[in-house]
């Protein structure tokens, strides 16, 4: 399963970023071979259809899940519809690898 979270740096002692669209970084954990690798948000600064286009890189990233603290309804729709699991957490104030240790097989 590969699984992206929102961060606010290039480490997983960093904590998750409040909004998902919006973060600075990006971490992708694939639970198959315990692999973390940091993706800038290119997308972060962009007003129209982020959503859309954000999706369509999940895709090509083969994500299957977004966790999250915070994200919108058109970023949820959108996932939805591409068959992307979302989970949001409600203790937005954790490191990354503690949302990583959760997934770990």
Partial sequence: MKIII???AI?????LDLKFGKCKYFCIY???SDKVEFIKNNLSRQLEKRSEHLSALL??????TVVTTNIGPNMISTLESEGIKIIVLNNIHQPIQDVI???KT
């Fill in 6 to 8: 929102p961060a606010t």
């Fill in 11 to 15: 480490n997983v002692e960093s904590n």
């Fill in 30 to 32: 694939d639970s198959h």
């Fill in 59 to 64: 895709k090509e990233w083969e994500i299957d």
């Fill in 101 to 103: 240790s959760k997934f």
